[in-house]
């Protein structure tokens, strides 16, 4: 996903949180001129932050639920995963994490 124009890249968020029932809403939270922080709130009043940088390419994902990130995937470095178990950690991944594998992930969790 990285590499993709910003306008593309909202769209892709869009699509993925179109087919899920426990999305509630998606809104552009902060922005500038080359980077966006997307806010998707969910059903049980948790969100997940997305952010992307058109000019750098960095992408996170982040499952915020009582002011804590508490699920994250992220490519600093190398694209990694923070997994519910420990959220600070990082796992690597052996290839780009999707917005809509990640979305698939917190699905799973949240069931």
Same mark, same amino acid.
């Given at each position: 996903?990285?590499?993709?124009?910003?306008?593309?890249?909202?769209?892709?968020?869009?699509?993925?949180?179109?087919?899920?029932?426990?999305?509630?809403?998606?809104?552009?939270? %902060?922005?500038?001129?080359?980077?966006?922080? $997307? *806010?998707?709130?969910?059903?049980?009043? &948790?969100? #997940?932050?997305?952010?992307?940088?058109?000019?750098?390419?960095?992408?996170?994902?982040?499952?915020?639920?009582?002011?804590?990130?508490?699920?994250? %995937?992220?490519?600093?470095?190398?694209?990694? $995963? *923070?997994?519910?178990?420990?959220?600070? &950690?990082? #796992?690597?991944?052996?290839?780009?994490?999707?917005?809509?594998?990640?979305?698939?992930?917190?699905?799973?969790?949240?069931?």
């Amino acid at each position: 996903m990285a590499g993709i124009a910003m306008g593309e890249f909202e769209q892709r968020i869009l699509s993925v949180c179109s087919g899920l029932a426990f999305v509630k809403n998606v809104f552009v939270f %902060a922005s500038t001129e080359s980077s966006n922080l $997307w *806010r998707v709130t969910l059903a049980d009043n &948790s969100f #997940v932050d997305v952010y992307y940088s058109e000019i750098t390419g960095k992408i996170s994902f982040a499952h915020i639920k009582d002011e804590q990130r508490v699920f994250g %995937a992220d490519n600093a470095g190398n694209w990694h $995963w *923070r997994p519910h178990e420990n959220p600070a &950690s990082h #796992v690597p991944s052996k290839s780009e994490i999707s917005f809509e594998e990640f979305m698939a992930k917190l699905e799973a969790s949240i069931k």
